[in-house]
C-alpha cells in the first residue's frame, strides 16, 4: 500500500526577516537532489532555495548536491544520500499578482513525500499554488529581490521538512521546528526557522554513521 506525508499548513498568519549562510564542512555528508521543475520556474527564488536549503542541511551534517530531472542527460553520483524533490505549480510571486488557486482536494498540503508498504521512499513533491496562498498577503508589496528571498526561503523550510523524513525513514514528527507536522505563515517567513534540538541530534547521528561507514570500508 502508498500513501503520503503530508507538510501542512496550520491556519495562522506571520511577518518576515533574514537568516544566515554558513558554509559546507568537509564532514558533511553528501546528499544529492534529483530535481525537477518542469522547465518553467522563476530562477531567483529557485536559487534563493537552494541556498537557504544548503544552510538547513549542512546544520544536520549534511552538504546537498543538485541534479537536474529536467534534461535528458543524467548526472551520476556517489553520494551516500539521495532525494527526488518535483516542484509543482508556479514556485514565486510577482508583485501585484493576485496567489494562485491550490488544488480543492488537498487545500492545505505545503508537500508530500512518498511512503509505501510503510517505509519512506525517497521521492518529495512541494505545491507551490499552497505556498503562494499563504505567503502572498505578506509578500506582494515587497520589493523584488526581497520578494524572492522570503519566497524561496519558505520553499527551503518545506524541503527541508521532507528530506527529515527521507533521510531518517521516518513518519514521526517533532513538536517543534522544521520537523513539526504543520507550519505557520509566520514559521515560513520568520527571520530564523530551523531543526529543533533533538531533531538536529538525530540527524547528525544519521550523517556521523554513514561517515564512519564510509571510511571503513
Known sequence: MSA??????????GLVAL????????????????LRTGGNQPA???????????????EAGFHVEWRSLDSEQRDSTDAAYLAVLELNGTCG??????????PPST???LATTSVSDGQVLPFSKVNCAVVTKIVAPALLHEAGAQRDF??????????????????????????????????TADDLLTGRFEFEGATLARLRTESAVASEEATDR
Not at 536559487?47 to 544548503?54: I, N, S, T, V
Not at 524561496?152 to 517533532?174: F, S
Open 4 to 13: 503520503r506525508l503530508l507538510a501542512t499548513f496550520c491556519l495562522l498568519s
Open 19 to 34: 537568516s544566515p549562510v554558513r558554509a559546507a564542512s568537509s564532514q558533511d555528508q553528501t546528499l544529492a537532489v534529483y
Open 44 to 58: 531567483a527564488p529557485l536559487e534563493q532555495m537552494k541556498r537557504e536549503l544548503a544552510s538547513l542541511m549542512h
Open 93 to 102: 510571486l510577482s508583485a501585484g499578482n493576485s496567489p494562485a488557486s491550490a
Open 107 to 109: 487545500p492545505n498540503s
Open 150 to 183: 522570503l519566497y524561496g526561503r519558505a520553499v527551503a523550510r518545506i524541503v527541508a521538512h521532507e528530506l527529515y523524513h527521507v533521510l531518517l525513514k521516518t513518519a514521526d514528527h517533532a513538536h517543534t521546528g522544521i520537523a513539526r507536522s504543520c507550519f
